[in-house]
Each structure stands twice: as structure tokens, then as C-alpha cells.
């Protein structure tokens, strides 16, 4: 499908300018990583760990390039051992170096659809920091046996040399593990590799079950992923949470979980990763009343999860677009600066207090932040950062991510505008997203595209469902209209 003579990736590159971003690496970022390519392959010895023979098998999306982390699981006494391994980045990026500095200053890689603009070197981020397949890599490694309860025990944090034995992706190995599908090529030849994937079901499941237990929300969201051929847009697909997804979601919250006790144990600064609770409870609290449910005046994960379980039960259909709403009112996540002591306002989606990121420093520099934090912990040396420049990161990283939002959102939009451009005058369901000073908007849930309501818009809120018919597209402005 032409573009009509658009140039999408021009396009990304001024939106990325516009919010801040430098979508070029800086003078000495070569020089850098020519040097980081002559020291060869990862050195192990000393506290590394050599953890090569163990049987690890990433999972990701299906054109993921940047592997962050590779999984291996076992059966002990007292549950399930789960090891996840994590990219070891600052073994090759270095505090103040030119490419740190450009990864502070950028904070994070943006996915605009048509082009990825990465806040490490390709070089690194897809090569010499990523745990590809067949590949000897550094890594800090997380360590913690899952019990039949999902609860986690026996932990400890540790750095190791790995070897990813197989790169697998969400949608195979989910269509696998909820028998929608045969095993891909590289589980069903390899008994060992079967039964460790099922091992690893099995634990992230457990974790899952204790999650909702404790009042973690179960959101279902439906994203949209643009289809690209020859830089050309092709259409919208959709991705969606399915097993596989789960299983690495649950064993990175646990991660994440197990770093910030960690830090906080020793007594070390951190950057904690928080969501607030819900400046729009009382919209939720409305939106609940509309199912016959009553939820408390104030706040309440476990309430606010009960309520959606039974709603999934109930309305499997619909509850993406109820999904939807519950996050637009619940407001994004931040960064925040805790000192050893400080109390935490924790993360009100994941029902937990104790939350940092650190699973993806090949792509959020408050993950390769963590990983230094906590590689000082290791090495019993005081922290590479003084408490005014940890709080300064994590409101960089929390700024950063939110412009990263609205490059991905606009052109998001423009990329939905080609993909639709010969619908015009189709009819959908969607579902109200926003009601600002600058309008309502909403978004049409198959395809996933969100877009303005021209017509229509009075007496509407966010969580409202509307059949919607689109007016108009402009592609070059990422603009769709709607009318009620």
C-alpha cells in the first residue's frame, strides 16, 4: 500500500527532534565501539560465574533484535528454580563514556513502526550486549526458587557467563502452550527443551496465580504493530497477550521485584519504578457501577482485580476496550529516587512495593542504572552515582519515556492513517480514550487505531463504548476522524 508519497521515516526522525530526542549518535560514540569490538569475546573468572552448559532459550517478540534476557528453570525441593539472565550492558558501556552519556541523555529506545531508534548502538544492543542465540555473553544473573504458591524464596543476584541455546518467539511458543498449535522447529526437536519450557509455564503461572491473589490487575491489552514491506506499510496487526507473554512478564516482574528488595536490603540508593494510585478512581468506581459492581471509594487493587476477573468471565469480547479504559485512567508510571529507608508509593497495577526496572538496559537507561547499582552491591564498592544524579536520572528517564509516548503515539496515528486510508466510511467498534480540551478521542479496536471524534463527542467519558464511523485520514498528519 503506497504512502502516497510520504516519507514515514523522515517523518519518525523530525517527531523524534521536535520531542527532544537526538536521533544521531555523537562525535566519539564510533571510536568507542571500535574499541569495545578489539577487547574480543566476554572474559569470564574471577566472581563470574560460568554458566555456559545451562540450558537457556530466550522468548520475544518475532523481529526482536535486542534480547535482554534469556530464562532457565528446574525442579528443586520447595518448587521451581528460576534463573533469568540479563544482559550485562555496563560490562561494555562505562559511566561517563561517550555512549553512556548519549543513553542518559535519551533514556530510552523509541519503536515508531516503521523505524527503531535505538538508545545504544545497533552494534551493542543487537550484537555485543544482546544474549543472542549461539552466542557466549556477560550477564547478571537472578536467581530464585518460585514455590507451589507463587511465592519467592531464595533468592540471590549474581554475574555469570551465559549461552542462549535458542531464540524463540511469543506468538510460536504461546500457540504452543495453549495447544493452539503444534511446538516450533526447536522445542519439538529437543525433549529437554520442551519440558524446560513447560517447567518455566509452570512457574510463571504459580507467580501469576499469587499476583492476582495479592491484587496485581489482570489487564488484557490489544497493541497495535504496524506490518512493514520494503518500507512500505502494509497494514495493522495486533498483538496480544497470550502464554508465552505471560510467562516472561511474570518472570520479569519477580526479577525486577527481587533487585529492589536486594538494593533495599543493603541499604543502597535505588530508582524504583512506581504507578500511582488512581488520580480517576471515582471514573472506575463509575465504570464498575455500569456492571452492577461496587467498588470502595477509595483505591483498591484487590477490589478493582475482582471486579475485572469477573468481568473477563463474563464478557471475554468486550474486555479489551474495558481493559483499555482502566489503564487510560490509572495515569502512566514514573521513575523516582528512594534513598536507603525512604517508603515507596510502590506500583498500584502490580499490587507490589517493592518494584525497580532492570530487565531491558539494552533499551531504558534506568535498567542499566540498576544494574550498576546493584553490581556495587556485589562488589561491596559505594554506588557510581551520588543521590542528586540518581534523582536527576530518574526524572530524565520518566520525562524521556513520556516523549517517547508521543513520538510512538503520532506516529502510530500515521502509520494507522495509510493502513486505513481505503476504509473511509466503515463502521467500527471503539472505545473512548481521552476527553481533553483539544477533544474526545477514541480507538477502534480491530483494527487498533486511535483517532478524534468529530461528531458525537457530548455527554461521553473515558471507558465509554461507541460504534464509530471513520470520516477522513491524513496520513501526513496522522490525523483519523471519527463520528458517532
Not at 574480543?40 to 573468572?45: I, L, R
Request: hydrophobic share 40%.
Amino acid at each position: 500500500m503506497p504512502e502516497l508519497g510520504i516519507d514515514l521515516i523522515a517523518i519518525a526522525r523530525q517527531e523524534m527532534i521536535d520531542e527532544g530526542f537526538d536521533p544521531d549518535f555523537p562525535p566519539g560514540v564510533d571510536d568507542q565501539l571500535q574499541a569495545v569490538k578489539a577487547r574480543g569475546g566476554p572474559v569470564g573468572g574471577g566472581d563470574v560465574r560460568d554458566l555456559r552448559e545451562v540450558l537457556w532459550s530466550s522468548i520475544d517478540n518475532d523481529t526482536s533484535r535486542d534480547l535482554d534476557q534469556i530464562e532457565a528453570a528446574e525442579r528443586v525441593d520447595g518448587g521451581i528454580r528460576v534463573l533469568v539472565a540479563i544482559a550485562d550492558v555496563d560490562s561494555d558501556v562505562a559511566v561517563g563514556t561517550p555512549i553512556d552519556r548519549h543513553a542518559a541523555s535519551q533514556a530510552t529506545s523509541v519503536y515508531t513502526g516503521v523505524r527503531t531508534f535505538p538508545m545504544l548502538p545497533e552494534d551493542l544492543s543487537t550484537d555485543l550486549t544482546s544474549l543472542n542465540e549461539a552466542e557466549d555473553r556477560l550477564a547478571v544473573v537472578v536467581d530464585m526458587v518460585v514455590t507451589g504458591d507463587g511465592s519467592v524464596t531464595s533468592t540471590s543476584i549474581y554475574r555469570a557467563l551465559v549461552h542462549n541455546r535458542a531464540q524463540l518467539t511469543y506468538n510460536a511458543v504461546g500457540a504452543w502452550l495453549e495447544r493452539k498449535s503444534g511446538a516450533p522447529p526447536k522445542i519439538g526437536a529437543s525433549a529437554e527443551l520442551e519440558a524446560q519450557i513447560r517447567l518455566q509455564d509452570e512457574a510463571a503461572q504459580n507467580l501469576l496465580d499469587e499476583r492476582h491473589r495479592l491484587g496485581a490487575l489482570n489487564l488484557d491489552r490489544v497493541e497495535a504493530e504496524a506490518v512493514v514491506s520494503d518500507g512500505h506499510v502494509q497494514g495493522i496487526s495486533t498483538r496480544k497477550k497470550n502464554r508465552a507473554t505471560e510467562l516472561i512478564e511474570n518472570f520479569m516482574i519477580a526479577a525486577n521485584g527481587v533487585m529492589a528488595r536486594t538494593l533495599t536490603n543493603a541499604g543502597a540508593p535505588s530508582i524504583r519504578r512506581v504507578v500511582k494510585t488512581p488520580e480517576r478512581w471515582p471514573r472506575i468506581v463509575e465504570l464498575a457501577a455500569r456492571y452492577g459492581e461496587t467498588l470502595p471509594k477509595e483505591a483498591d487493587a484487590l477490589a478493582l482485580n475482582t471486579f475485572l476477573q469477573k468481568r473477563k468471565a463474563a464478557d471475554a469480547v468486550h474486555y479489551a476496550d474495558l481493559s483499555l479504559a482502566v489503564v487510560k485512567l490509572m495515569g502512566p508510571g514514573e521513575y523516582v529516587f528512594a534513598r536507603p529507608g525512604d517508603s515507596s508509593n510502590g506500583h498500584f497495577a502490580l499490587a507490589t512495593h517493592d518494584y525497580t526496572h532492570s530487565t531491558a538496559p539494552n533499551r531504558r537507561f534506568a535498567d542499566t542504572v540498576t544494574q550498576r547499582l546493584i553490581k556495587s552491591v556485589l562488589s561491596s564498592r559505594p554506588a557510581p552515582y551520588s543521590d542528586e544524579q540518581l534523582d536527576s536520572i530518574a526524572r530524565n528517564c520518566t520525562l524521556r519515556e513520556d516523549a517517547a509516548r508521543k513520538v510512538e503515539r503520532v506516529m502510530n496515528k500515521r502509520v494507522a492513517a495509510v493502513a486505513l486510508q481505503h476504509r473511509i466510511g466503515e463502521t467500527f467498534a471503539a472505545v473512548v480514550t481521552g476527553v481533553t480540551p483539544k477533544g474526545v478521542f477514541v480507538r477502534v479496536l480491530d483494527p487498533p487505531a486511535e483517532g478524534l471524534l468529530i461528531r458525537g463527542q457530548q455527554n461521553v467519558d473515558v471507558g465509554d463504548r461507541l460504534r464509530v464511523e471513520l470520516v477522513s485520514t491524513d496520513p501526513r498528519r496522522g490525523y483519523l476522524d471519527f463520528a458517532a
